[in-house]
């Protein structure tokens, strides 16, 4: 199986500032077939990238994604207070899906 | 709107059985590929198990496989996963999943998710 680990565990960071975090797989992913996912308390996961760096439907263009291989990147350019969340990468190239563990991303 | 509602959680013993079911709205059901995802505060998320859009394909994690069934009913647009032989380790919310596309493999990913269904297994 791939293993996704993802760093930081916690962001802590103020509304404005920028966020990037990484996600790297102990093998290649497969076509960049990674996914970024946004998950507050009490709710369901959200899709935010797919592809490594396709934004889903009506996510804001201050999320990005990058990265190819191995390593994985998300960007928000600045944070907006609905963006405090954990984030979870996940890879759907390779049998079976792996979820990374998450970052939190709180207000410092 | 796409929306899918789980249902069906709650307590059981070890070893018993449970069903989970997800009503799907807003998508032509019968076109897309299904899957339940599990989350517990120790290992996260993990994915269980996934189904075809014509149901005849399915796919499980080792972890549940010969204990779990995942199926579908397109005339009431529902996902069901079976649950037998229940542990501890078990113990988690499940989620219902859209696979975005009709197939699960050639890079699709989970589009839309429930709001979960908290199974707990325990005496």
């Known amino acids: 199986d791939i293993v996704l680990t993802q760093s930081p565990g916690t962001l802590s960071l103020s509304p404005g500032e920028r966020a990037t975090l990484s996600c790297r797989a102990s093998q290649s992913v497969s076509s960049s077939y990674l996914a970024w996912y946004q998950q507050k308390p009490g709710q369901a996961p959200r899709l935010l990238i797919y592809?490594?760096?396709t934004r889903a439907t009506g996510i804001p263009d201050r999320f990005s994604g990058s990265g190819s291989g191995t390593d994985f990147t998300l960007t928000i350019s600045r944070l907006e207070p609905e963006d405090f969340a954990v984030y979870y990468c996940?890879?759907?190239?390779?049998?079976?899906?792996?979820f990374g563990q998450g970052t939190k991303v709180e207000i410092k | 709107e796409v929306q899918v509602l789980e249902s069906g959680g709650g307590l059981v013993q070890p070893g018993g059985s449970l069903r989970l079911s997800c009503a799907a709205s807003?998508?032509?059901?019968?076109?897309?590929?299904m899957s339940w995802v599990r989350q517990t505060p120790g290992k996260g998320l993990e994915w269980v198990s996934a189904i075809s859009a014509s149901g005849g394909s399915t796919y499980y994690a080792d972890s549940v496989k010969g204990r779990f069934t995942i199926s579908t009913d397109n005339s009431k647009s529902t996902l069901y996963l079976q649950m037998n032989s229940l542990r501890a380790e078990d113990t988690a919310i499940y989620y219902c999943a859209r696979i975005s596309g009709s197939y699960f493999w050639g890079g699709r990913y989970f589009d839309y998710w429930g709001q979960g269904t908290l199974v707990t297994v325990s005496s």
């Open positions: 592809g490594a760096s």
């Open positions: 996940q890879q759907y190239g390779s049998s079976p899906w792996t």
């Open positions: 807003g998508f032509t059901f019968s076109s897309y590929a």
